[in-house]
T-cell receptor, first 114, second 111 residues
């Protein structure tokens, strides 16, 4: 298996633009997580899905952020409009079982908003 | 919700020495404690984990200990090598699938 796949790996955009980050979880994994990592706040859970259904979105910072999982193999995290303080590395992770069990992280998307 | 604290934030050791990173948690219902290693510019990767029915777990040079009464757990790396240099994160989970991560420890192993 190729592991968790994220695209793009780097994104540079101007303030006010819409940004869409994409994730493909490991095949067969039922859980998908979106994290944001910054120096100041560390690793923050934004939202997670179970069987394509959002379970907890309490970490989503504000209405500018939205996430979807239309099927078991694809999820998006959208920021509209983007702001400089959204600059961070965004990780997607997936896990196989309810448990808890190991979460496998993707390579991340480094977002820079100017 | 759960609160995980991690110390120290930075740690430098000489190659061959041991390194210890400590974490505390607040939710007595937490029962799963993974440790992740993140090399510069890379993704976090699991290096070892422990569940609350076990007090200690070892994997070669890495060990984790858990004290449920005191609500703390520690990562021990023996015979450190330069390739151990990375940021290490502890986490706690209470049976759901949500991980609460510590703030990370930047470990530098000096050759």
């Amino acid at each position: 298996d190729a592991g968790v796949i994220q695209s793009p790996r780097h994104e540079v955009t101007e303030m006010g633009q819409e940004v869409t980050l994409r994730c493909k979880p490991i095949s067969g994994h039922d859980y998908l997580f979106w994290y944001r990592q910054t120096m100041m706040r560390g690793l923050e859970l934004l939202i997670y899905f179970n069987n394509n259904v959002p379970i907890d979105d309490s970490g989503m910072p504000e209405d500018r952020f939205s996430a979807k999982m239309p099927n078991a193999s694809f999820s998006t995290l959208k920021i509209q409009p983007s702001e400089p303080r959204d600059s961070a590395v965004y990780f997607c992770a997936s896990s196989l079982l309810a448990g808890p069990y190991e979460q496998y992280f993707g390579p991340g998307t480094r977002l820079t908003v100017t | 919700g759960e609160n995980v604290e991690q110390h120290p934030s930075t740690l430098s050791v000489q190659e061959g020495d041991s390194a210890v990173i400590k974490c505390t948690y607040s939710d007595s219902a937490s029962n799963y404690f993974p440790w992740y290693k993140q090399e510069l510019g890379k993704r976090p990767q699991l290096i070892i984990d422990i569940r609350s029915n076990v007090g200690e777990k070892k994997d070669q040079r890495i060990a984790v200990t858990l004290n449920k009464t005191a609500k703390h757990f520690s990562l021990h790396i023996t015979e450190t090598q330069p390739e151990d240099s990375a940021v290490y994160f502890c986490a706690a989970s209470s049976g759901g699938n949500q991980f609460y991560f510590g703030t990370g420890t930047s470990l530098t192993v000096i050759p």
